[in-house]
């Protein structure tokens, strides 16, 4: 079996439903195991990461970059950094803001500086940008046209239960099934 871990903080329960839409794509994969793990679940659970053929990083975007609590989780990682035990594993990411921009792709280029430190191998997105375009909507797969990693965007005054939009968590549901068959790809040919 192929394990996919997604690690993840969530201010507002939004980053929440991106995860869970990586989650439903990377188990659309037949034979892959899911693991969606919070920040605080994940800094108890360093052996079941290590077994991780891949990990997902979320994160939303405060202020410019990853969110404090997830920067914790960078931060003690350092154990796993220093045993080399997140090498080789395939890694990609997400994140969200209340801002069309809201600076997710520092956020995205910080998870993916991440993942090289571990010595992982980054997936980025592979979806063409939508919405860039004159008969393009915010109905389109990656409307916000990110490559490093799946990007939503959550209107401030509205609640996970609305925001993201569809069309986020289907780009982001889209990120957690190619990281699944690449990783497979990857793990056959070990």
């Given at each position: 079996?192929?394990?996919?871990?997604?690690?993840?903080?969530?201010?507002?329960?939004?980053?929440?439903?991106?995860?869970?839409?990586?989650?439903?794509?990377?188990?659309?994969?037949?034979?892959?195991?899911?693991?969606?793990l919070t920040v605080d679940e994940a800094q108890q659970q360093w052996?079941?990461?290590?077994?991780?053929?891949?990990?997902?990083?979320?994160?939303?975007?405060?202020?410019?970059?990853?969110?404090?609590?997830?920067?914790?989780?960078?931060?003690?990682?350092?154990?796993?950094?220093?045993?080399?035990?997140?090498?080789?594993?395939?890694?990609?990411?997400?994140?969200?803001?209340?801002?069309?921009?809201?600076?997710?792709?520092?956020?995205?280029?910080?998870?993916t500086v991440f993942a090289a430190q571990h010595g992982m191998i980054?997936?980025?997105?592979?979806?063409?940008?939508?919405?860039?375009?004159?008969?393009?909507?915010?109905?389109?797969?990656?409307?916000?046209?990110?490559?490093?990693?799946?990007?939503?965007?959550?209107?401030s005054d509205q609640g996970p239960d609305v925001a993201p939009l569809?069309?986020?968590?289907?780009?982001?549901?889209?990120?957690?099934?190619?990281?699944?068959?690449?990783?497979?790809?990857?793990?056959?040919?070990?």
């Open positions: 079996m192929t394990q996919v871990s997604i690690v993840y903080h969530s201010g507002y329960g939004h980053t929440a439903e991106q995860a869970k839409a990586v989650a439903r794509g990377a188990q659309k994969v037949a034979g892959v195991t899911v693991n969606l052996d079941l990461l290590k077994a991780s053929d891949a990990i997902v990083f979320g994160s939303p975007t405060y202020m410019g970059s990853a969110s404090a609590q997830f920067k914790a989780f960078m931060d003690a990682s350092s154990k796993a950094w220093y045993t080399r035990d997140w090498q080789n594993k395939i890694a990609a990411g997400f994140t969200t803001s209340a801002s069309q921009s809201g600076d997710k792709l520092n956020t995205l280029i910080q998870l980054w997936v980025g997105q592979d979806l063409l940008p939508g919405n860039n375009h004159s008969k393009g909507s915010v109905n389109d797969l990656n409307r916000l046209g990110g490559f490093l990693g799946a990007m939503a965007q959550a209107n569809q069309s986020d968590l289907l780009t982001a549901e889209h990120l957690g099934e190619r990281v699944a068959t690449i990783t497979q790809r990857f793990s056959k040919s070990a």
